[in-house]
């Protein structure tokens, strides 16, 4: 399946528009971008900000710390940090205090125990912060769309009110790419949001500000959605926690998800429902297992988190690379380096099986996403059209025009979503090439799933590179296919956080199980957690 020279002449001609218009963008930072003092923001000195959502929850239980005076210390971070970042695109301070008010009015009469607690309310009082995609009661709702800048959520989205009936505080939410469909983190409504370990630096998309959010200690615990790594590349970018659960489409269940995704936009539907996941995104590896089990409700059934995991005995494999696709750019030296420290850490340290393997089909990862995305509903239906979306299923958005609009400055819609548009339906595949690629699909998940079993893991980098600085993705379109083959699969993932390069940007590792094995993946998250150190505070080094 080499690709022709038409297909290359295609991709040629894609990387150099990406190219011009990159270059535009660049110009115009190094011109009219936002000038800070630092390019970091300062590190973190209050103690309650470098405590793990479970930590905190246990201390205001325990009454060792006001509620209030937690939501306050997360509040000055944010008025502090957030102006350089612009990660948290609407606050609910005023909602928050007040929330937060009630939780110690509660616990000073005393009317139940630490254990009842825990067991009505395990994040009792932790700050949460919330994907602007997502409903919260009273705060914008407009996937960075323009013609929905007025839209209000009325409810909350089904999670936003499992955590938020779990104790939880929602302090605000937090920005995204235009339609949760680019990666990096930017819309004409709240703008870009800047990496907070180099503000030059893109936070990665479309959970983009929810990464960098929580990264620079404005948040402990946050929501994500993804569909092709909108949860996992900016937990990478931003070096924090983030996982995609397991789907249940290949049971069949009529919810689909094991965690629910109603109240979001936009919501897939038909066929690309069966592969959007809201998952968890936080700061310490600790928070994930107890955010998975609020957020799934009664969907937790269907995964095994609480059955021990003997990591001695996992089988581990693991590929520095896609196998040389044509479309992605080569992994960085630093991300492999990074890769193989782990192997040989959990070879000779831990003591573990592990495997270096080559699944020739990796290298069809962004060909598999695009079937995915491609495939036709139960009904026979045609998904979605991007370009309808843009109108948000109103007026006719012509994009050729918009993209003319856009170089006079003139076009509501960032450039991403003007080239998505008008690449969309060359994207997309025909039925033979769909079922071409799907035969691929079906033929590297068995592949996977075979190999991992229920006693297996798989290491494989989260992105080709380290945060690119802004808008360098126009360039490397393709690069989230390293993220949106496993959506494409199906299979759980967690982006795990690894340190720093030398140049202060995260570095990070994908880890894959089999379905419904998402307590392999957390159990691997918090043992590299605890050996290479996790999260790093910005600006600390």
């Known amino acids: 399946m080499a690709p022709s020279f038409t297909a290359r002449i295609q991709l040629f001609l894609l990387r150099a528009l990406g190219f011009l218009i990159g270059l535009v963008g660049r110009a115009a930072l190094v011109l009219g971008g936002p000038k800070f003092a630092s390019k970091t923001p300062r590190p973190v000195t209050e103690p309650l900000l470098l405590l793990s959502g479970m930590q905190l929850a246990k201390l205001i239980r325990q009454r060792k710390v006001k509620c209030i005076d937690v939501v306050q210390a997360y509040i000055n971070r944010i008025k502090d940090v957030n102006p350089m970042i612009n990660g ?17 009015q509660k616990l000073a009469e005393k009317q139940e125990d630490e254990a009842t607690l825990e067991n009505k309310w395990p994040f009792l009082g932790v700050p949460l912060t919330v994907k602007e995609a997502f409903q919260l009661q009273g705060m914008p709702n407009s996937s960075g769309l323009m013609n929905r800048r007025d839209a209000i959520a009325k409810t909350d989205a089904t999670v936003v009110a499992l955590l938020k009936g779990a104790g939880a505080i929602p302090l605000g939410i937090t920005n995204c790419s235009e339609l949760c469909m680019w990666y990096e983190s930017s819309n004409k409504i709240y703008g ?108 937790i059934k269907r995964l095994k988190l609480d059955t021990k995991v003997h990591l001695k005995d996992l089988k581990f494999y693991w590929m520095e690379h896609d196998g040389g696709s044509f479309l992605m750019s080569k992994v960085d030296q630093d991300l492999i380096m990074t890769q193989k420290k782990v192997v040989v850490h959990l070879e000779t340290i831990l003591g573990a099986s592990v495997q270096h393997v080559k699944l020739k089909k990796m290298k069809y990862s962004f060909q598999l ?45 960032t450039i991403p979503s003007i080239g998505l548009a008008l690449l969309e339906e060359k994207l997309r595949y025909s039925n033979e090439k769909y079922q071409k690629f799907k035969a691929v699909e079906e033929s590297l998940r068995k592949e996977l799933v075979d190999m991992l079993g229920d006693d297996g893991v798989f290491l494989y980098p989260s992105h080709p590179t380290v945060a690119p600085k802004h808008h360098v993705p126009l360039t490397r379109p393709f690069n989230f296919a390293y993220t949106g083959v496993f959506s494409a699969l199906g299979l759980p993932v967690t982006q795990c956080p690894l340190g720093l390069n030398a140049k202060g940007l995260p570095l990070g590792i994908q880890v894959v199980a089999g379905p419904f094995n998402d307590h392999l993946t957390l159990a691997v998250a918090q043992y590299l957690e605890k050996t290479f150190g996790g999260w790093v505070c910005p600006g600390k080094f």
């Open 369 to 413: 996403w695009i079937a995915m995305m491609s495939a036709k509903g139960h009904d026979g239906k045609e998904p979605v059209k991007f370009v309808d979306l843009l109108g948000d299923h109103g007026k006719h958005v012509s994009p050729l025009w918009e993209l003319i609009k856009w170089c006079l400055g003139l076009s509501v819609y």
């Open 192 to 299: 870009r949001s800047n990496n907070p370990y180099d503000l030059q630096h893109i936070v990665g998309g479309s959970s983009g500000g929810e990464g960098c959010t929580l990264a620079a200690a404005c948040s402990v615990i946050g929501v994500g959605s993804d569909i092709g790594g909108s949860i996992r590349m900016p937990a990478f970018f931003n070096g924090i926690f983030g996982h995609k659960p397991s789907p249940v489409h290949y049971l069949n269940h009529k919810d689909f998800g094991v965690v629910p995704n109603k109240g979001q936009f936009p919501l897939a539907v038909g066929a690309q429902e069966l592969f959007l996941c809201t998952g968890p995104m936080c700061r310490y590896a600790e928070d994930l297992a107890p955010m998975l089990k609020v957020m799934a409700g009664p969907g």
């Open 88 to 104: 948290i695109v609407k606050y609910r301070f005023e909602e928050a205090m007040k929330e937060a008010h009630a939780v110690d």
